[in-house]
């Protein structure tokens, strides 16, 4: 390390990912104080300070940067990363963990990112993208189904439809197109191959051509047990994922990260941030599914706790351009985050519920607040679709998923729903196996 004092960092965005980051800077020997915009009780009760700027907000957050002196800005969500926070950032000569708008365009393009990686021949779903409703009918009246359309832009997770035949597809196309469901967001669309197998995701720190690569972990986006419903932000997680063994993990190294890093280098992207893949095991190999531009929540949850390696120096290397010179070390451990939702989400769903806490945790159980607010009383209340992420620590997965929900029992409130099945494939392998 080059930096010889304490630093002062940034932690931009309110959810779990951005507690779990707020949380592994307050326990960094190389930080002496976390400030969080806009937080939540959470990162306040662990000792950060909140300030009232919305994570959107370029002009207050880089405001916010200059006037508290920070060292570094950790940038959690894709949005401020998509409308040029980091760019912002370095024109006032400050370091921050997140790519500038020309990286973060290979989540706020769905088309973009399909381009670059048929151009650079990573594996990939073919897709053709549309603006024109007409054109996209005509193709959808040849087309078998199965088929997946998708908004170009940012949709908060939404805007992917997998049309199980033609009458799904035209009104999505309607829904996308015509009716601008989801704004300017779906103003162009993608229509794309529908893969089959196993999804997984693989989280890739980047810093210009060097990178690396973290431990597995595996999402659990639908809503209700036994992967039926829609699609949420992500409803659990664990890791590792035992899906990706070795030899699988040199593959999708070889055949996707390398050229997706080329490939960034060789479009002039000077990338320093996570790369998020998402990947589709089909029978022809991994493919690639999607990139975002940011860690995964509530990957995050289950990553972070598992690095012996500080995450802060990570993360300043990344922003520095050095990262050459690390390597990461993860603990010997399992990890499981359950996310503790409002019964609605992802639709409508109620707010201002009273949340009572264990007064205590016990040891491999870690609390991350997402969706909640303290309210005049003292009272944490509800203010989320998903309101908390509840991780457990263990030997092996089981161990894991004990602390887990043992946690999530002590936690209440009225319109609390979660997933009683988060690593359940996972854990039946592991049952079968021995
Ligand atoms: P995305 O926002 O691109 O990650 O898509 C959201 C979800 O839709 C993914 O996590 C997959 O479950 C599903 N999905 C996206 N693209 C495809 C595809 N080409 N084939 C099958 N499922 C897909
Ligand atoms: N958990 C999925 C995501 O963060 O995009």
Known sequence: MTQQSPITVLVVGSGGREHTLAWACKKSPL????IAAPGNPGMASDGCECEKVAADNIEEIVQLAVETCVDLVIVGPEVPLSLGLVDALAAEGILAYGPKADGALFEASKSHTKSFLLKYGIPTGAADSFESAEAAKEYLDTASYPIVIKADGLAAGKGVIIAEDHEKAIQTVEDMLVGLKFGDSSKTILIEECLQGEETSIHVIVSGSDYLIL???????AIFEGDKGPNTGGMGAYSPADLIDDALMQRIENEIVKPSIDGLV???VDYRGTL????????????VIEFNVRFGDPETQVLIPRLKTDPVEVMLATARGELGSINVEVEDAYAMTVVLASNGYPESYPKGETITLPENLAEGQLLFHAGTKQVENGSIVTNGGRVMGVTGLGANLEEAAKKAYDLC??????SKYLRRDIGAKELNRHKAAT
């Open 409 to 414: 029992d002590q936690v209440g409130f009225e």
């Open 266 to 268: 060789a479009e002039g």
């Open 276 to 287: 998020y893949i998402g990947l589709m095991m089909t029978s022809s190999g991994p493919k």
């Open 215 to 221: 431990p597995t972990s595996q999402d659990h986006k």
């Open 31 to 34: 930080v002496q104080r976390v």
